[in-house]
């Protein structure tokens, strides 16, 4: 069988359909709003690929061969596979609706924006809203509790109420002047010289809690809940802190990021009400945030930021 373009077969399918529907080429020709010789060409460059004779002509019409009749079947089978092709675009593209995030600002930032652009590509009717302003993890669910937002990126641990779906999870992490000369490998003793700074929220206390039993001894000199503003103090050599890897991504010029003395991870989850995930538009909104080929193109998890379970 010759090779030939995959356009044009279909349309010499569609065409030697309406011959065999219509019962002659006028009729066909008719109905599809083009000439009979356009017609008569397209099918007999068919039975030439095909190596068969598809149509009987004669005076009173045209009517299909033994292989016409089973090339006509498969061929109807064809046109209504493209046919759905084209209804699954259309469908995603008449999808249309609302759907609220709530998330921590580093999520918004370095996450969401490659999710939400490929989602737009695809479903430009779905509006998508972000409230970034989350510092704690208690901040995104009472978001989904009060019915102020549909979606939320949270950390583990969340209330029994929410069902969680797995995201991404990212690293506790030494933040330091960069001028601090430091030992990677060295404990908590080389620390003393400079003030704490604590992060007040509860993930960071419950790694806090974790590094005082493994001999971190040192109390709090200021406590901040925005990550900006500590690591602008770290910066100016005001002290050093214990933060959310991605929460520092990318790190200014004047901190210096360190491994914990103790491995922490922090993981962040999807998190909905059970009904939620009835709404289609807010079902097609988590499968782009959660989708890895997405995640992937982030410069966070190129830059081994954040990465899987």
């Known amino acids: 069988m010759k090779n030939f373009d995959g356009k044009m077969r279909l349309n010499q399918l569609r065409m030697f359909v309406a011959v065999a529907d219509a019962g002659s080429f006028s009729g066909a020709a008719a109905r599809l709003d083009c000439t009979q010789s356009r017609i008569s060409h397209a099918i007999a460059e068919l039975e030439n690929d095909l190596g068969a ?20 079947a498969q061929a109807r089978q064809m046109l209504r596979l493209e046919d759905s092709l084209f209804e699954a675009v259309r469908d995603g593209r008449e999808l249309a609706g609302q759907v609220r995030i709530a998330c921590f600002r580093s999520v918004g930032t370095h996450l969401l924006p490659y999710a939400l652009e490929a989602l737009a590509h695809e479903y430009p009717n779905i509006r998508v809203d972000i409230d970034d302003g989350c510092y704690e993890r208690t901040d995104v669910t009472e978001a989904l509790r009060q019915g102020r937002a549909d979606i939320g990126i949270a950390q583990l641990p969340v209330e029994e109420e929410f069902v969680t779906q797995p995201y991404v999870q990212d690293s506790y992490v030494l933040v330091v002047p960069a001028s601090m000369k430091l030992d990677p490998a060295a404990g908590w003793d080389q620390l003393n010289r400079l003030p704490f700074i604590e992060l007040a929220c509860s993930g960071a206390a419950a790694v806090l809690a974790r590094c005082r039993a493994a001999g971190f001894a040192a109390q709090a000199n200021r406590s901040l809940s925005n990550h900006s503003s ?80």
């Open 53 to 72: 004779r598809l149509l009987v002509r004669s005076r009173s019409g045209s009517v299909p061969t033994d292989a016409g009749h089973r090339v006509l």
């Open 230 to 309: 500590i690591s602008a103090l770290v910066g100016r050599g005001m002290g050093y802190s214990i933060l959310p890897r991605l929460s520092t991504f990318p790190e200014p010029d004047e901190v210096r990021i360190l491994p914990l003395p103790i491995p922490a991870r922090r993981q962040l989850v999807v998190a909905h009400l059970a009904d939620t995930m009835r709404q289609q538009v807010a079902k097609t909104v988590v499968r782009f945030i959660r989708d890895r080929q997405v995640v992937a193109k982030t410069k966070a998890y190129r830059a081994g930021i954040v990465g899987w379970e």
